[in-house]
T-cell receptor, first 112, second 114 residues
């Protein structure tokens, strides 16, 4: 069975500070992992995905995530937060049947 | 390519009524998935249709149903609405083949049940 856990439903960072959003997964097969971002009143947009190639994945808007099998983690980072990064972030894992399992989300607030 | 479109964007219904939501996927995509999003619950998977067949189903009561047409457009129906059905309903499309294919989301339909 597949599942993801996002630690911290709310994260606040100062503008220019490091962003770290945590995601741990559980998967009975080699995982395919995704990070999505949702801005207010919009659908979800893909930030990046891990599909068993490089363990460090670079995405859009300066975000990246590192797959760590030993820790079953796929944390999302960005070196320097920008005001426009304020949004809801979702981690997801897909199963062999193409079904996606999403975490409960982390709301990122950027303090000027 | 046009993105995923959902209609209507907003709906207000009363308890006991039924509602139909529509989703048009990206051209060429054969898979459409539906999710219910509520504060604190994240995205709850409803069901997935692939080539007009329901391929996956989440843990929702039978009041929630869906279908997919030959042009891949999908509809979701909720009967006998309850207050707890108030949510943002998101539709996502993908090629449906291969685990690494991302899902593309529509803007959602905001359903309010009074």
């Amino acid at each position: 069975a597949q599942s993801v856990t996002q630690l911290g439903s709310h994260v606040s960072v100062s503008e220019g500070a490091l962003v770290l959003l945590r995601c741990n997964y559980s998967s009975s097969v080699p995982p395919y992992l995704f990070w999505y971002v949702q801005y207010p009143n919009q659908g979800l947009q893909l930030l990046l995905k891990y599909t068993s190639a490089a363990t460090l994945v670079k995405g859009i808007n300066g975000f990246e995530a590192e797959f760590k099998k030993s820790e079953t983690s796929f944390h999302l980072t960005k070196p320097s937060a920008h005001m426009s990064d304020a949004a809801e972030y979702f981690c997801a894992v897909s199963d062999p049947g193409n079904q996606f399992y999403f975490g409960t989300g982390t709301s990122l607030t950027v303090i000027p | 390519k046009a993105g995923v479109t959902q209609t209507p964007r907003y709906l207000i219904k009363t308890r006991g009524q039924q509602v139909t939501l529509s989703c048009s996927p990206i051209s060429g995509h054969r898979s459409v998935s539906w999710y219910q999003q509520t504060p604190g619950q994240g995205l709850q998977f409803l069901f997935e249709y692939f080539s007009e067949t329901q391929r996956n189903k989440g843990n929702f009561p039978g009041r929630f149903s869906g279908r997919q047409f030959s042009n891949s457009r999908s509809e979701m129906n909720v009967s006998t609405l309850e207050l707890g059905d108030s949510a943002l309903y998101l539709c996502a499309s993908s090629s449906g083949q291969g685990r690494n294919n991302e899902q593309f989301f529509g803007p959602g339909t905001r359903l309010t049940v009074l």
